[in-house]
């Protein structure tokens, strides 16, 4: 394991998620709104929460003349003349310690950052995006020691240094957790997940958005049978995926919002099995195609994968679905598309007894299958493909679980040229075997990719968030 930085969260309960803190992870108290249901736009219980993303009212702006800050090198913030500054005294890394970029070699681990709650306990990992100056933002679910688990959404920059961070605790000590986020180019995000705003009650639908310093600009729940699984951005409007209840039935579901959080249209997939159908990851072309993967249910072939386009204004486009032949779970865990309009989809297929093979699959815009690989680790268990994301410069790269033993599950990441052919692999083994899993990846502007993942430290017990960065 290559380790180099802990990042510990530090937790003040109830908090809003997205609200400013100081660099570095300190969060600041603030107090919760409580939310209510709602499928019109965002509401809040109390005042809506709402800020104008250019103008902060609560700060004064004052003139001050002084001598622009020496460079120092490995303090984490790039200025002078140096080219990078990760914030550490690693040599061999993709940063020197001289601030100038290293010559990283293909798969080479730049930094690696382990997120913790406050108490020991199963913190996991949702999902990873990037914006066009290559700030990351994660998000993820943390234990801490007055509250249940805690929305958690947290910033870094290009080297790994944490920006920010901010916690969601819905007001009542139970489970919130936000599961996937999308960062639009400017940096503004929108994160999904599930806020718990009564005892004993489930969680809600939660959607919110914030500026680049970690801002609320809007939030809400929605006390709708729907749930998020994945997010993506059209522009400056979300796109969400998942499911929704409709009496006996759940079925997927896509749905747009404006970029004021008010529903623009929805769409609803039926299968013809007339069981659980979901939809797990979603993403959006430069045209505004909209594409979402999950699985549907069958009346005699078990769940297969699911793909299906639709236009910008929602319109049904192709569709495609997958039986891995064994009448079992086969599904589509995740979604990406490239530059050119060309879509790479994640998933498994299951090959019996209960076990999967990772399953991978490219398609052409119009939905032409351009190829389609599957692989299997070495134990001859279950292994999948759950995150994947188009790469700058060409290709892609894939993410997931490989079973190397008896209940152990190790994380595995692999980056693909366009033709499908491996440039290099990486296995994450966390402490004492148990499940390791990447929930998600991402590319950065340089060619890199960063991937977040669970890692065990004591299995069923506790697990941290990892984060970490490869060069291109």
């Known amino acids: 394991m290559h380790w180099l930085t802990r990042a510990a969260v530090v937790v003040s309960s109830p908090l809003l998620a997205c609200q400013p803190s100081s660099p570095g992870g300190d969060t600041e108290t603030a107090t919760a709104t409580t939310t209510e249901g709602t499928t019109a736009g965002p509401t809040t219980a109390g005042p809506t929460t709402t800020v104008d993303p250019t103008v902060d009212p609560s700060f004064t702006l004052t003139t001050v003349t002084s001598e622009p800050p020496v460079p120092v090198c490995g303090d984490g913030i790039v200025s002078g003349d140096e080219a990078c500054d990760d914030g550490n005294q690693v040599d061999d890394d993709c940063c020197t310690t001289a601030c100038t970029k290293g010559q990283a070699e293909p798969g080479q681990v730049c930094w690696t950052v382990i997120v913790e709650g406050t108490k020991n306990g199963e913190d996991l990992a949702g999902g990873i995006a990037v914006d066009e100056a290559g700030e990351i933002y994660i998000a993820a679910s943390v234990v801490d020691m007055a509250a249940g688990p805690d929305a958690l959404i947290q910033k870094f920059d290009p080297g790994g240094v944490s920006q920010w961070t901010q916690q969601y605790d819905g007001g009542v000590n139970a489970a919130d957790s936000a599961l996937r986020l999308a960062a639009e180019p400017s940096g503004f995000m929108v994160a999904v997940g599930r806020q718990t705003i009564a005892q004993g009650q489930p969680g809600l639908f939660w959607l919110s958005k914030c500026t680049p310093t970690g801002q609320l600009v809007w939030q809400f729940t929605d006390d709708a049978p729907i749930a998020g699984a994945a997010v993506a951005m059209a522009g400056d409007d979300p796109v969400v995926a998942g499911t929704i209840k409709q009496a006996q039935d759940t079925n997927g579901l896509v749905r747009k919002?404006?970029?004021?959080?008010?529903?623009?249209?929805?769409?609803?997939?039926?299968?013809?099995?007339?069981?659980?159908?979901?939809?797990?990851?979603?993403?959006?072309?430069?045209?505004?195609?909209?594409?979402?993967?999950?699985?549907?249910?069958?009346?005699?072939?078990?769940?297969?994968?699911?793909?299906?386009?639709?236009?910008?204004?929602?319109?049904?486009?192709?569709?495609?679905?997958?039986?891995?032949?064994?009448?079992?779970?086969?599904?589509?865990?995740?979604?990406?598309?490239?530059?050119?309009?060309?879509?790479?989809?994640?998933?498994?297929?299951?090959?019996?007894?209960?076990?999967?093979?990772?399953?991978?699959?490219?398609?052409?815009?119009?939905?032409?299958?351009?190829?389609?690989?599957?692989f299997a680790g070495e134990f001859g268990q279950s292994d999948d493909a759950t995150a994947i994301a188009a790469v700058a410069g060409g290709g892609f790269v894939a993410a997931g679980g490989t079973a190397v033993g008896e209940d152990d599950v190790d994380l595995w990441i692999r980056r693909y040229d366009a033709d499908g052919g491996v440039m290099w692999t990486d296995v994450v083994a966390g402490m004492n075997g148990g499940v390791d899993g990447a929930t998600d990846v991402a590319s950065t502007p340089d060619g890199g990719v960063v991937v977040t993942g669970t890692v065990t430290v004591a299995p069923g017990l506790n697990s941290d968030v990892m984060v970490r960065k490869y060069g291109p």
């Open 257 to 374: 919002y404006d970029e004021n959080g008010a529903e623009l249209w929805s769409r609803v997939h039926v299968g013809a099995g007339g069981g659980l159908d979901s939809l797990s990851g979603v993403t959006v072309d430069g045209a505004g195609n909209v594409y979402a993967v999950g699985r549907e249910s069958t009346d005699t072939q078990g769940f297969n994968i699911l793909i299906l386009q639709y236009g910008p204004d929602g319109a049904p486009g192709w569709m495609d679905t997958v039986d891995g032949g064994m009448s079992g779970n086969d599904w589509a865990l995740d979604v990406a598309v490239d530059l050119d309009g060309v879509v790479y989809v994640a998933g498994r297929v299951e090959t019996g007894g209960g076990f999967a093979d990772a399953w991978l699959r490219k398609y052409e815009a119009t939905g032409q299958v351009l190829w389609t690989d599957t």
